[in-house]
């Protein structure tokens, strides 16, 4: 059990490029999620995997947002256009089959807009 | 719709005294309750769980909280604050597909 990785673990981009992000959750997990957390705030979902299914979407997210989890093992979340409000941080969590309900964070790609 | 409410913003005790961080929550059916601990610039590290059963769990560092299901409430306590608890807290519900985190209470303790 390596953990949740997240790449990269900070990431500088100026206002309307287009950044990507991966995660690699533990191997046998079969939910995925996303969150953005800013500073004194809670993690706000953004979205949720299983296997390769994305099966929720937070209505607060912009169409500039769009994840993917082809093969049901790690998932990438992009964001295009980027816009300085988009600074935050971004964590992956995975979780295994239903009954296993610990929620495993990593820890986070910071990401700075400019 | 499913929300998570943490009343206190901020909570400053004393080293010793003893704690309680309050969370609030509106769900479809009685969902899975966590409470997790960040310390600043570390990973979320789950502190206790509450899936069914006996309503008063116990996790790690001391910590244990209380499901009462007619409040809607899932209330983290310790008896005895140790400096090193001081960090920010937050509780989520969820259920099996779900996870939604309140945004959290800031804990300052004092010497």
């Known amino acids: 059990d390596t953990g949740v990785s997240q790449d990269p673990r900070h990431k500088i981009t100026k206002r309307g490029q287009n950044v990507t992000f991966r995660c690699d959750p533990i191997s046998e997990h079969n939910r995925l999620y996303w969150y953005r957390q800013t500073l004194g705030q809670g993690p706000e979902f953004l979205t949720y995997?299983?296997?390769?299914?994305?099966?929720?979407k937070s209505r607060l997210l912009s169409d500039r947002f769009s994840a993917e989890r082809p093969k049901g093992s790690f998932s990438t979340l992009e964001i295009q256009r980027t816009e300085q409000g988009d600074s935050a941080m971004y964590l992956c969590?995975?979780?295994?089959?239903?009954?296993?309900?610990?929620?495993?964070f990593g820890s986070g790609t910071q990401l700075s807009v400019l | 719709a499913q929300s998570v409410t943490q009343p206190d913003i901020h909570i400053t005790v004393s080293e010793g005294a003893s704690l309680e961080l309050r969370c609030n929550y509106s769900?479809?059916?009685?969902?899975?309750l966590f409470w997790y601990v960040q310390s600043p610039g570390q990973g979320l590290q789950l502190l206790l769980k509450y899936f069914s059963g006996d309503t008063l769990v116990q996790g790690i560092k001391g910590f244990e909280a209380e499901f009462k299901r007619s409040q809607s409430s899932f209330n983290l306590r310790k008896p005895s604050v140790h400096w090193s608890d001081a960090a920010e807290y937050f509780c989520?519900?969820?259920?099996?597909?779900?996870?939604?985190f309140g945004a959290g209470t800031r804990l300052t303790v004092k010497p």
């Open positions: 989520a519900v969820g259920s099996n597909n779900d996870m939604r």
């Open positions: 969590a995975s979780r295994g089959g239903v009954g296993n309900e610990k929620l495993f």
């Open positions: 769900y479809g059916a009685t969902p899975y």
């Open positions: 995997f299983q296997n390769e299914a994305q099966l929720e």
